[in-house]
C-alpha cells in the first residue's frame, strides 16, 4: 500500500526481449485488484535455453512507483506449443505423459509469484499469472485474438457472523466515534457485491459490537484459485456524517472456505464436540522451565493478512468498556513458591501436567548456565559417597552444600505441608491457555493503515489499527431453486451469540514472575521494581491496587481474586497491567501487559468443558469448574520482548453460578513472628590462630538473614582448642508465604579469633539450611527443635525414633555417633576418622589431633560399655525354672532392662519365660532417677563435660585451595529452637546468660580467664604453660646471675675468710 488510507491504484506493466512495457487498466484504491487480461507480445526468439526473462512489474498510478517485480523464464515456467495454419495448436513443451491428455482449457493454468525488489523476500505481495509461448509458422502468420480470461462461475452465498470490532486506535489523535464496516467482493465484470454493517459504539467505540448475520448472494468462479478475496474497510463517521475517514482495511481471503475447494475444511470451531482427551493432539509442548523457552519472536503476516495470533501474543493496544467495581477475597489458605506444577489425579488431565521444576527458581548458576545440562542425580550421588559419611559436617569455606539436619527434626516423619484447596486438583500450565486450546472460535482479521514503502516526503507509516472479529463461511446455492445448500447455520446458536447477557468473571491473580526491573541498581545492585495490579476491562479500570505495591521485587506475591460484571458479546478484552510504582514523577512505569479474550473463551466448548468433571456442588464443599493455572507473558506496545510472567486463570459465570458457588480462596495465610533461639555450649578441637601462644581469644557468631548478628561473649586465652560459653542468641524473623528469611532460611555460624592489635581471624564458617524447620512452625504454630532428645541423658523419652535412639544408653554419650559421621551409603558402620571419611590434612599437627579425637571417642565407648555391664551383671539371673518373665513389646527386651520403652509408653508386658522382681524394676528406676539427678546438676554447675539435652555437635571445616581439600578446624556444640512468639513470650528466656536465664538454664562457663595472685597461674593463663614455663626459666636464671652479682662482694669476704683460717 502506498496511500495514507492503506490502499494503492495498481497497474501491471510486462517487459521483455527490450521492447516497450506493456501496461494493464488502472486498479484503483485496493490492494488485491483483478486485471483478467491478455498481453501479447511478438517478437523473434534464439533458442529457448537462451531466450530472455520476462519480467512483470507492479506499479503505482499515483507514484509510478515499482512497488515490486518478478521474472519468469520461458524453458521451465511457460508453455511451448505451434500454431498450425488452420490455427490448431499442437503443445510441444512440456511434453504430455503417456496417460495425460491434452487439457481442455482456453489458456494455461496459473500459479502464484512471489514479488521482490533487489532480493527475495525484501517485499510483499504475490501475483497470480500464466505464460504461453505460441511458435509461427512463418513469420507473417496472424494469430487469433485470446479468449477472454474470465472463469466460470456458481452461484453461492457468503454468510458473515459479523461479532464486531476489537482494539481500535485512535485515528488523527481523535477517539473512535461511530464506527461502520463495509464488506466488498469483486466481480469478475468488473463490478462489485457489498454489504455494510450497522454503525455502533456499543459498549464502547473502540471495540463496538454489530452482532449482525449477514448473507451475500454472490458468484464465486467455479475454480478456486481465481477467487477474488472480500475487502473490508471500517470507516468512522464524524460531524455527523459528514466526515467518514477510513480507518483500516483488511482482507478476507476465501480459498480455503470455498466448498468445492480442494483445500476446503468445513469450520467447526464454533460448534466443534470437544473433550479433554482431544486436547493430548492438539496441545502445544510444555517447557520444563520458562528460563529454557525459546525466545519470543514476532508472528509472520500470512499472506491472507489473517490474525490467527492470540491476543496475549500482540501487541496491547488501548481498550475501554464499562465494568462493575471489583471486589477483593480475602482468607487464609497456604501456598509455597517452591511447589512443583501438580500432576493432574485423571487420565484426561495428565497431558496438561507434567513433573516440572519451578519458573521461580533460582538455580544459582549465574554465568555458568551451561553447566545445567550436568546430570543432578549423579551429582548427588557423588556428593553423598564423598561427604554423607559426615552427616553433619558442614561445608565450610568453598564448600558447596549446608548441613539439613533432616535426620533430627522430632516427628519430621509425619510431617507433609498441607496443599491448599484451590490447587488441588488443578492442572499447572506453563504457557497461556490459548497454545494449548483449540483455536478461537471466532476469526480475526487484522485492520491496517498507511504505506508500507513511503515517498520522499513521508516514511513508511504503515500500522495495525485494529481487528475484526466474527464468523466467515461459504454454502453452495442451487442455480436453479436457488436454495441454500450446506447451510450449517444450525451449529451457531445466533440467538446466544448475537443477544448479548450478562457475567460474572472472577479472575485470580496468584504471582507474578521474572518481572522487567524498572528501577535501576544503586552500587552494582540490581535493579527492582515496586509492581502492582491494574486492571481493565473494557474502557473503565475496575481494579487498581496501586496503594498496596509490593517494594523492590522482581518476584511478586499477588495472591488475590478480582471480581467483576460485564456482557457477553460485548466487553470482552479484559487487560491486565503489572505496574511500577514511582514515588517521583508524572507517572508510573508500565511493566507488561496481557490481555484475555473472554469472548473466545465462553463461546468455546472446548473451554467450557474444561473442570467440568471436577465441579461439586455438595452443600459446604462447593467448588465452580476447575480451570488450569496458566502462565501468561507480559509485553509492551515498544517491544516484541517479553517483560516477565503471570500466573493466573479466569472463571466465566452466570449470575446464577456466582451466587451459588464461592470464589475459591487463594490468599495466603497471616505471616508468623516467630523467634529462633541459638545456644552455643562449648567449642572443642579448635585450631588456634595465635602460633605463639597456641590459643585463641574465642568466640562465636551467628547470623540469620534479615536480622543483625550476635555473637557470644569472648573466651579469653582459650587453651587446647576448648571454649566454653553457654551463650543464648535470639533472632526475631517474619515466617510467611516467600518473606525474606523464608526465601533464604539459612543460619550462619563463624568462628572468630579476636585480636586486639590487628584485625580478628575467622576460623570457620559454617552454614544450617532451617528452611524445612522454619516452614513446620509456621504450618504448625507450634516450637520446633532440631536436635531434640540428643545429648546428655534424658530419663524420659520423646516420640520420635530418633529421641529414642539418643535417650538409648547404648549409643555414645547419648549423641548417635553412627548417624552424625560414621554412617556410610550403604548403612556399614565407618570410622567417622578414617581418610575416606574426613578430609585427611596437609600437616603432622593436625593427624595427630585426628588421632587424639579418635581415641577420645574410643574412650568414651569403651566407659559407656563397662558402665553397662556394671548394671547387667547388677540383676540376677533368674533359672528357666518355668515362670513367666514380662518383656517389652517395642524392643522384645526384658522389661526392667527396657527402661526407656517403658517410660515411653510403648512398651507392653507379653508372656515369656523368667519373672524381674518388681523391687528390681524400682532399683533400676531409682539408679536413673539418680542418673539424671547428677547429671541436672553438672548442667546446673557447669561440671563435667557433658553434652547438654537437645544439642548436638557442629564440625567445622575449611577448604583449602592449594590442596584442594577441606581441613579440619574443630566442632561447637550447640542448640536450635524455633518457636513462634506467642510461646516464646510464654517461655522467656533472656539474652546470653541474663535473666530470666531458663529455657534451658545457662551455667557459667568453665575453663574462663581469672585473677590470682599467683604469677606463674596468671602467666600461664595469659601466655600459655609454653611460654610460662619458659619466662619462669628465665627469670630464674636472672635470678640466679643477679644473685651472683650483687652478693659477690660478700662471697669475696667469705672466700678471704676461708682462705685465712686454712
Avoid at 494503492?8 to 506493456?22: C, E, R, T
Wanted: aromatic share 8%; with cysteine.
Amino acid at each position: 500500500a502506498t496511500e495514507a488510507d492503506g490502499t494503492l491504484d495498481a497497474y501491471l506493466a510486462v517487459s521483455f526481449s527490450g521492447l516497450d512495457p506493456q501496461p494493464t487498466e488502472v486498479q484503483r484504491e485496493t490492494t488485491d485488484p483483478t486485471f483478467y487480461k491478455t498481453i501479447v507480445l511478438d517478437c523473434a526468439l534464439p533458442t529457448l535455453h537462451y531466450a530472455p526473462l520476462v519480467f512483470i512489474s507492479v506499479k503505482d498510478y499515483s507514484t509510478d512507483r515499482c512497488l515490486g517485480r518478478f521474472g519468469v523464464n520461458l524453458a521451465t515456467d511457460a508453455i511451448v506449443s505451434r500454431v498450425n495454419s488452420d490455427g490448431t495448436k499442437i503443445r510441444i513443451s512440456p511434453p504430455l505423459g503417456p496417460d495425460e491428455e491434452e487439457p481442455d482449457e482456453k489458456f494455461p493454468m496459473p500459479r502464484w509469484y512471489d514479488l521482490m525488489r533487489e532480493e527475495v523476500g525484501d517485499t510483499e505481495g504475490q501475483v497470480l499469472a500464466s505464460f504461453e509461448l505460441l511458435a509461427k509458422t512463418t513469420p507473417d502468420q496472424q494469430l487469433s485474438d485470446p479468449t477472454s480470461l474470465e472463469p466460470s462461475t456458481r452461484p453461492a452465498v457468503v454468510d458473515i457472523v459479523a461479532l464486531g470490532l476489537r482494539g481500535l486506535v485512535p485515528y488523527q489523535q481523535m477517539s473512535i466515534q461511530l464506527p461502520y464496516t463495509k464488506f466488498v467482493l469483486p466481480k469478475t465484470g468488473g463490478d462489485t457485491d457489498t454489504a455494510t454493517t450497522n454503525r455502533s459504539k456499543k459498549p464502547t467505540p473502540a471495540d463496538p459490537n454489530y452482532l449482525q448475520h449477514i448473507r451475500m448472494d454472490v458468484e464465486i468462479p467455479e475454480k478456486p484459485i481465481f477467487a477474488s478475496p472480500i475487502h473490508i474497510t471500517v470507516r468512522d463517521v464524524r460531524l455527523g456524517g459528514f466526515i467518514e475517514p477510513v480507518i483500516g482495511t483488511g482482507t478476507i481471503y476465501l480459498d480455503d472456505k470455498i466448498p468445492w475447494s480442494p483445500t476446503f475444511k468445513k469450520s467447526t470451531k464454533f460448534s466443534q464436540e470437544w473433550s479433554l482427551d482431544d486436547l493430548n493432539s492438539a496441545a502445544a509442548p510444555l517447557t520444563a522451565n520458562t528460563d529454557d523457552a525459546e525466545p519470543l519472536s514476532e508472528s509472520p503476516a500470512t499472506e491472507a493478512g489473517v490474525s490467527e495470533t492470540k491476543h496475549d501474543e500482540t501487541i496491547p493496544t488501548e481498550i475501554s468498556a464499562s465494568a462493575d467495581t471489583p471486589t477483593i477475597m480475602e482468607a487464609s489458605t497456604t501456598i509455597t513458591t517452591t511447589e512443583a506444577a501438580v500432576e493432574a489425579p485423571t487420565a484426561q488431565l495428565e497431558y496438561l501436567v507434567k513433573k516440572q521444576t519451578p519458573v521461580e527458581a533460582d538455580t544459582g548458576a549465574g554465568v555458568f548456565g551451561a553447566l545445567l545440562h550436568v546430570n543432578k542425580n549423579e551429582l548427588a550421588g557423588a556428593r553423598k559417597t564423598k561427604h554423607r559419611k559426615k552427616g553433619l559436617v558442614s561445608r565450610l569455606l568453598g564448600g558447596d552444600e549446608e548441613d539439613d539436619f533432616s535426620d533430627l527434626i522430632s516427628g519430621d516423619d509425619d510431617y507433609e505441608e498441607a496443599e491448599p484447596e484451590w490447587r488441588k486438583d488443578r492442572p499447572i500450565l506453563k504457557s497461556e491457555l490459548e497454545e494449548t486450546l483449540p483455536d478461537s472460535p471466532f476469526e480475526t482479521y487484522d485492520l491496517s493503515l498507511g504505506s508500507k514503502v513511503g515517498t520522499l516526503l513521508r516514511d513508511p507509516d504503515w500500522r495495525i489499527t485494529g481487528k475484526f472479529k466474527g464468523i466467515v463461511r461459504v454454502f453452495r446455492k442451487d442455480p436453479i431453486t436457488k436454495e441454500v445448500l450446506d447451510d450449517d447455520q444450525d451449529d451457531i446458536d445466533l440467538m446466544r451469540l448475537l443477544k448479548p447477557q450478562g457475567y460474572k468473571i472472577r479472575l485470580y491473580v496468584i504471582r507474578g514472575v521474572h518481572l522487567t526491573p524498572m528501577d535501576p541498581g544503586l552500587m552494582g545492585a540490581p535493579g527492582k521494581s515496586d509492581p502492582y495490579l491494574r486492571i481493565d476491562l473494557g474502557k473503565n479500570q475496575v481494579f487498581n491496587d496501586r496503594e498496596n505495591y509490593i517494594p523492590d521485587a522482581v518476584d511478586v506475591d499477588l495472591y488475590k481474586v478480582i471480581e467483576m460484571s460485564t456482557e457477553l458479546p460485548g466487553d470482552s478484552q479484559l487487560k491486565i497491567d503489572v505496574v511500577d510504582y514511582d514515588d517521583i514523577g508524572f507517572s508510573d512505569d508500565l511493566i507488561g501487559t496481557t490481555i484475555v479474550d473472554l469472548e473466545d473463551r465462553w463461546f468455546s466448548r472446548a473451554w467450557r468443558k474444561l473442570g467440568k468433571d471436577k465441579r461439586n456442588e455438595t452443600l459446604g464443599s462447593m467448588r465452580f469448574d476447575v480451570k488450569p493455572l496458566e502462565l501468561r507473558r507480559l509485553f509492551t506496545k515498544t517491544s516484541a520482548q517479553e517483560q516477565g510472567q503471570l500466573e493466573c486463570w479466569v472463571d466465566i459465570l452466570t449470575p446464577a453460578e456466582a451466587s451459588t458457588f464461592p470464589p475459591d480462596d487463594v490468599s495466603l495465610p497471616p505471616k508468623l513472628k516467630a523467634e529462633v533461639r541459638v545456644v552455643v555450649w562449648k567449642a572443642r578441637d579448635m585450631v588456634n590462630m595465635d602460633t605463639i601462644t597456641n590459643m585463641n581469644d574465642l568466640y562465636i557468631k551467628c547470623q540469620m538473614e534479615d536480622t543483625e548478628a550476635q555473637c557470644t561473649d569472648i573466651h579469653w586465652r582459650a587453651k587446647g582448642g576448648k571454649g566454653s560459653f553457654n551463650w543464648r542468641m535470639k533472632f526475631d524473623v517474619e515466617l510467611g508465604h516467600n518473606t525474606k528469611v523464608m526465601r533464604f532460611p539459612h543460619l550462619k555460624i563463624q568462628a572468630w579469633d579476636q585480636d586486639i592489635i590487628k584485625w580478628n581471624d575467622m576460623i570457620a564458617e559454617a552454614g544450617i539450611d532451617l528452611g524445612r524447620y522454619l516452614r513446620k512452625c509456621y504450618h504448625k504454630r507450634q516450637a520446633v527443635k532440631l536436635f531434640e532428645g540428643m545429648g546428655g541423658i534424658s530419663k524420659v523419652g520423646g516420640g520420635s525414633k530418633k529421641q529414642a535412639k539418643a535417650n538409648d544408653p547404648t549409643k555414645k554419650g547419648g549423641l548417635e555417633i553412627d548417624e552424625i559421621v560414621g554412617q556410610g551409603m550403604d548403612g556399614e558402620e565407618e570410622d567417622p576418622l578414617n581418610p575416606a571419611a574426613v578430609p585427611t590434612p596437609k600437616e603432622d599437627k593436625d593427624k595427630k589431633l585426628l588421632q587424639k579425637r579418635r581415641a577420645e571417642l574410643n574412650a568414651r565407648e569403651e566407659r559407656e560399655r563397662a558402665r553397662q555391664n556394671k548394671k547387667k551383671n547388677k540383676k540376677k539371673n533368674i533359672q528357666d525354672d518355668g515362670k513367666k518373665k514380662a518383656q517389652c513389646g517395642y524392643c522384645w527386651k526384658a522389661l526392667a532392662g527396657c527402661w526407656y520403652c517403658c517410660c515411653a509408653g510403648r512398651g507392653k508386658e507379653v508372656e515369656a519365660t523368667g519373672a524381674d522382681t518388681k523391687e528390681e524394676q524400682s532399683k533400676d528406676l531409682e539408679d536413673q532417677d539418680t542418673e539424671a539427678f547428677i547429671q541436672q546438676f553438672k548442667e546446673m554447675t557447669g561440671w563435667g563435660d557433658t553434652d547438654p539435652k537437645d544439642s548436638s555437635w557442629l564440625y567445622l571445616y575449611r577448604f583449602d585451595h592449594e590442596t584442594g581439600t577441606n581441613e579440619y578446624m574443630g566442632r561447637i556444640c550447640m542448640s536450635i529452637t524455633i518457636m513462634p512468639k506467642s510461646i516464646a513470650d510464654i517461655q522467656p528466656a533472656g539474652f546470653g546468660r541474663s535473666e530470666p536465664n531458663q529455657h534451658p538454664y545457662l551455667s557459667p562457663p568453665t575453663g574462663r580467664l581469672y585473677f590470682s595472685l599467683n604469677p606463674f597461674i596468671m602467666g600461664s593463663q595469659l601466655c600459655g604453660p609454653k611460654i610460662c614455663a619458659q619466662l619462669t626459666s628465665c627469670l630464674i636464671c636472672l635470678g640466679v646471675l643477679a644473685l651472683a652479682i650483687f652478693c659477690q662482694p660478700a662471697l669475696n669476704a667469705l672466700v678471704f675468710l676461708f682462705c685465712n683460717n686454712f
